[in-house]
């Protein structure tokens, strides 16, 4: 069964690259606008969208999954608001406690196959190619010595 372009990796890597560059230029965009204020968000230089959540006092008492569910509730707006950029099928948010009432909330790009190991193979692949054509009169010189030899 032949593949479709869109099954093959380095396309898909190519997509993740082009959708951290989408990501970056969606926030430098909308950073100063009353929405994106008034939800407290804020970018660092990985791309990485941020904010703090804080419950009410009254939730503080409750058991975690309650206070999880009063998360998403209050994620639910920023959500949407992501989604009118057109960021929420290409970052997941990551929910990180840090006191009993405050958390921090990372949406992140999705990375499935760019990954550091995988750029690093590309750029040898094309440090050995850009070789060859570089090398390439005394490649052939060597195989066609090589041939004289044998034959």
Known sequence: ???????????????EVINFFYIKRTARKNKNTPTW?????????????FTVLNLRKEDVGEEEIVRRTRLLEMLSPINKYLKTLDLHEIMFPA????????????????????????????MFILGILITC????????SGLSWVWNVLF
């Open 1 to 15: 069964m032949k593949k479709s372009i869109r099954e093959y990796r380095l396309y898909l890597a190519t997509r």
């Open 95 to 122: 929910i990180e406690k840090k006191t009993d009432r405050s958390y921090l909330i990372v949406y992140s790009p999705l990375f499935k196959e760019f990954t550091v190991l995988y750029f690093l193979r590309i």
């Open 37 to 49: 204020q008034s939800f407290g968000l804020r970018v660092d230089w990985v791309g990485r969208i």
């Open 133 to 140: 054509l570089i090398k390439i009169s005394t490649i052939l």
